[in-house]
């Protein structure tokens, strides 16, 4: 009798084995690899045997029998695994119901389980009712029981060891991916594959993944529209937190584990995902499914973001719009109404009307704004485009390491002047980084409104460049204000673009002092260098070192800080120290700029343009400009200096005065000399 029993026991093993492999399979936990397919069934079937032998081996110790009768039940338990026989042989079987096909082997098990815990009662009854017997007999069972556990533990070893080799993997290297218009540093994740990050429990501190779908797919894949993350945060206890992520065909989608997501002493967060919704009853179990489809995504992070509470560090939101010159506001003096909405920041802001850009273009002057350095020491000038020495920091990168939230929309791909582009240098420090250009100051303004509004809770910092005055032409959005007729002149064709980007400033101001971080986020808009318009209302303008194209507007608004309207000459270069002063953060290093916030607010900025280099003081009342001789970023004078010219900015016509003003001249180009020796220490010899 007990070798029937044997035998119907291996039988029914081997049924619950293949059963239990087909339905761990159907939940994603079972790859499709014979070798596997094989050790987990075996595992199975060990893993039930064991508890059979353990049900025997108990029955022996409390009610031992000589009798047939608990042999012959245990035998017609196990021959109840035969109801698995249809599911596993696929048989067509019509439910009554929808709902039943879903839950189809759970009605097979259910069958076998009603057979199996019959029966069992029924060996139990024997048991009780038999002749008694003695209990030596019960270690041959447990015996059994124990080889049968060992070969369970044994299989599934193996079997762990084998799921975790053929588990995904995450590309160990990160690379910039470009998703729409935006760039960030990724790493392709197949489904099913785990990503297992530090994440050090911080107060306030939240943890950003951005996903996206891989470009260039191929055959086999197909953009996914949704994907469900999970993350699993391992701490004093280990919490689950899970959420569907809509994947954005022009940008990245953010997954985000809230502050109130991490246990205490939260030290790793391990993330997974998954092309269908996982079942409710796996996630109160914490289980995580082995998948093995060809699907792959992009995630980039993660980022330990900081929120906001309380009194602390601002949001910050630096606007550069270029080609923009103090002379065309209205509220610094121009004669038409082209600047409402800045003219109406003008009084509730910290406004600077002699601020000066250090270059007449783009990529000098968004570089200063963004590490308080010259362009002699940033590496921006002209046709040498960096890179920045990586002793220097970006005002990104360094409030980045503040736990902020970076995002740059630079419009640097388009207009027929590549500059502020991915792989310029530029994209330092930011998470995000938009370069597209859609000739549009509105459509940008929008993107950096939406990116800012969904990272409201956070502490940000967002750098937006607008460079549709560069360039101005006739459009029908500018209306015809200005321009007007068939043949419209360039001053108007411009002041009526500029009507139109002031439009558009003025609605993303407001939008900002509507939302939700208007009462922690500090905004500076300025320009990167004005146009001169000098030769005539029709002629083309120029970008020269002179007051039209080197004074720019400013304007501060801060928590915090009263409004005012200050004459005193200031920097582009003094933009990043007084940011970080108003985020209380401290560089390590000297830069060249200091924070208009503290006193003295007055400086003799310098200006820089050519090859030789040519530089421009305005100081005191004057503008003094020197043909240096020298090339930009070379140690070597090629010839010796010359004036250029000396003016009053503040004569009504411009006249040079330098014959007339000897010592002066002597004064500024000796103190110009001295600003290029200063910064020349570790050029490079020209070659």
Known sequence: MVALYLLSLGVSAGLTGVFGHHLLEGQGYAPAAFRMDVVLAAGIACAYMAVQLLYMTTLRLLYPTRAAGPLVAEVMSHLGALALIPYLLEAPVEWPHPILFKVEPLIYLGMFGAIHGFFKLVSFYASISGKPAGRLGALGWLLGCGLTTLGACA??????????????????????????????????????????????????????????????????????????????????????????????????????????????????????????REPAWRALAGLRPMVTSHRRLLVSGPFAHQTHQGREEPNIILIAVEGLGAEHLACM????????????????TVT?????????????????????????RHGYLGDHRGPLPAHYQTL?????QRHYATAAFT????????????????????????????????ITLEKAAAWIDAHAGLRFMVFVRLCELRDSKPRVRYGDGFAKGKNPRTLDVYDGALRYVDEQLGAFVKHIRNGATRKNTCMVV??????DFSRGRNAAPERLLTEACLRVPLFLLAPGV??????????????????????????????????????????????????????????????????????????????????????????AQKRNSAAKNPQLVTRYRDYLEAYLDERCQHWPQPK
Do not use: H
């Open 562 to 651: 009263n409004k005012d309207k200050r004459a005193g000459v200031i920097a582009l270069e003094d933009v990043m120290p007084t940011l970080l002063d108003l985020a209380r953060v401290e560089l390590d290093y000297p830069v060249d700029g200091r924070s208009f916030l503290k006193p003295p607010v007055t400086k003799e900025p310098v200006s820089m343009m050519g090859k030789p280099l040519v530089l421009s003081l305005r100081s005191g009342r004057w503008r003094f400009t020197w043909r240096s001789g020298r090339l930009p970023f070379a140690a070597r004078s090629r010839s010796e200096g010359q004036v250029l010219e000396l003016y009053d900015v503040t004569a």
């Open 155 to 276: 299989v599934f070893d193996a079997w762990l060891a084998d799921a975790q080799e053929n588990r995904p993997t995450v590309s160990e290297e990160a690379g910039y991916y470009r998703t729409g218009g935006e760039y960030a540093r990724a790493r392709v994740m197949p489904e099913g594959a785990e990503l297992v990050c530090p994440a050090p429990a911080r107060a306030g501190q939240c943890l950003t993944f951005r996903w996206a779908n891989l470009p260039g797919l191929g055959a086999e894949e197909e953009p996914l529209d949704t994907v469900y993350v999970t993350a699993v945060l391992e701490g004093t206890v280990a919490k689950r937190y899970s959420a569907a992520v809509v994947l954005r065909a022009g940008g990245w989608a953010e997954f985000r584990v809230p502050a109130e997501g991490f246990p205490a002493n939260t030290q790793t967060c391990a993330v997974t995902w998954t092309a269908q």
């Open 396 to 400: 990104a990168e360094v409030l980045r």
């Open 333 to 348: 003096g121009y004669n038409r109404d082209t600047t409402p909405a800045l003219d109406r920041l003008a009084y509730s």
């Open 352 to 376: 600077f009307a002699n601020a000066y850009t250090p270059a007449p273009e783009a990529p000098a002057a968004c570089m200063t704004l963004l590490t308080g350095l010259t362009p002699l």
């Open 411 to 442: 419009e640097g791909d388009g207009g027929g002047d590549e500059d502020l582009v991915f792989g310029s240098g530029f994209e330092r420090g930011f998470e995000i980084f938009d370069s597209s250009y859609a000739a549009d100051s509105r």
């Open 526 to 531: 300025t320009s990167t260098y004005g146009l």
